[in-house]
């Protein structure tokens, strides 16, 4: 059975690039002060000088920074025959918070979590067709610690943004982070609507800087929206300087919605499937289709700027399907026929210019089939899709207008786990 792991090493550039994401330090000779960096290995990255958050990181100090229980270990580990635990970072006690991975960066460590914040119940009367008050709403949170003394680290700043956590990345010093919630317009169904207002139903900011606490909401100035968006939610793309502590979070609000992202150096893309039951898409004309919404955001230090937009039949399964070369972007996509009562599935290849447009495209990809793991290597593409074989299909996209798959392996095969979707 092949599965995602199968190309450990074939996204390029690519430093080990697999789903899972493990850190560790490589084995030095003992009783060695380093006087530069220590050599180790990183997280699993699928886009070089692209970082992602993991529960542990190696820092170039020899040090190793791990999420455990309520909080981040700090452990000498160069040189070995002084391995030892330097001090425990413990997160905020109030709102809940989870962490969800880390970064580091110089002598700056970032741990990216969620928190809860419980609303109040009100004193009105709802009349609407159920009297239940929804309690609270999630808040994406970011920790930003100073570790140059790692023995005393010290907390400098603290973000919190409106939504569920979605992804993020760093490049150098710019943090990005993506977060999705939904406006909470069911506010509006008490009588006493005097007590709330508009700003209510807007995404909003806190930050903390030595001890003082700022609350901004977003402005409707400050949102757009996706034509024909998916959902009624609001995703907000947020960078944040860690070399500028002083520096503004910069957030922009989209109504639409997000589910996989995917960065380049210059450019950060989220994927939403769009269900077309019931109606037509420009893309897939079938009266009942999935497809998929690209929204392409431009990033440059800490900035973020909405560039474009694209759509394409089916939909991703992770972000190794989705891949950027040049000005060139592709994205590798199952159709499901579910509604059709056969579920004959297909598999596409779509390559998109820098306007998010189609110029390229290889479609009806062993049908019948699902895709289950993508690699893209340069100009190169390789496929897995599963059904009762294993086909491995090598693409060449060296032309973007004209794909064309120049190999195929087969693999006789079959796994029970998976014949509740044939």
């Known amino acids: 059975m092949v599965n995602d792991a199968i190309f450990p090493t074939m996204a390029a550039p690519v430093a080990g690039a697999t789903d899972s994401k493990v850190s560790s330090v490589a084995v030095a000779a003992p009783n060695t002060t380093p006087t530069t960096s220590v050599s180790h290995s990183d997280t699993n990255i699928q886009v070089a000088g692209v970082d992602e958050s993991d529960i542990v990181k190696v820092g170039d100090d020899g040090y190793i920074y791990q999420i455990h229980g309520g909080k981040i270990r700090i452990v000498k580990a160069f040189p070995i025959v002084e391995l030892t635990q330097t001090s425990d970072v413990e997160y905020p006690t109030d709102n809940n918070f989870t962490p969800s991975g880390i970064y580091i960066e110089n002598n700056t460590l970032v741990v990216l979590g969620s928190s809860w914040q419980t609303l109040a119940q009100p004193a009105i009367t709802a009349k609407m067709a159920y009297n239940y008050w929804w309690g609270g709403y999630s808040q994406t949170r970011a920790l930003i610690y100073d570790i140059s003394d790692h023995a005393n680290p010290k907390k400098i700043r603290d973000v919190a943004v409106d939504g569920d956590y979605l992804d993020s990345r760093r490049i150098g010093d710019n943090l990005y982070f993506v977060t999705r919630t939904y406006p909470r317009y069911y506010m509006y169904g008490y009588t006493d609507s005097a007590t709330i207002k508009a700003a209510d139903m807007l995404p909003s900011i806190v930050e903390t800087k030595a001890d003082k606490i700022t609350t901004r909401t977003m402005p409707v100035t400050d949102l757009s929206y996706f034509p024909d968006f998916v959902e009624p939610d609001y995703v907000v793309v947020a960078g944040l300087n860690l070399a500028q502590p002083d520096k503004a979070l910069t957030t922009k609000a989209y109504m639409g919605a997000g589910e996989l992202v995917y960065a380049s150096m210059q450019n950060l893309y989220l994927s939403a499937s769009k269900y077309n039951f019931g109606g037509a898409s420009d893309v897939a004309p079938t009266q009942n ?122 693999i006789p095969g079959y796994n029970a786990m998976f014949d509740f979707f044939s």
Not at 326 to 354: C, M, P
Not at 390 to 400: E, N, R, T, Y
């Open 289 to 410: 289709n999935v497809t998929t919404q690209i929204y392409k955001f431009g990033i440059d230090k800490g900035a973020v700027t909405f560039a474009a937009a694209g759509e394409v039949e089916g939909t991703a399964l992770n972000q190794f399907s989705m891949d950027e070369n040049g000005d060139y972007f592709r994205i590798a996509t199952t159709t499901q026929n579910w509604y059709s009562g056969s579920n004959e599935s297909h598999n596409s290849l779509f390559v998109l210019n820098k306007d998010m447009t189609t110029v390229g495209k290889i479609e009806n990809l062993a049908k019948g089939e699902q895709i289950y793991s993508t690699r893209f290597m340069g100009n190169r593409c390789f496929i897995v899709t599963f059904k009762l074989t294993d086909p491995l299909f090598a693409i060449d996209l060296s032309k973007p207008e004209n794909p064309i798959v120049t190999g195929e392996l087969k």
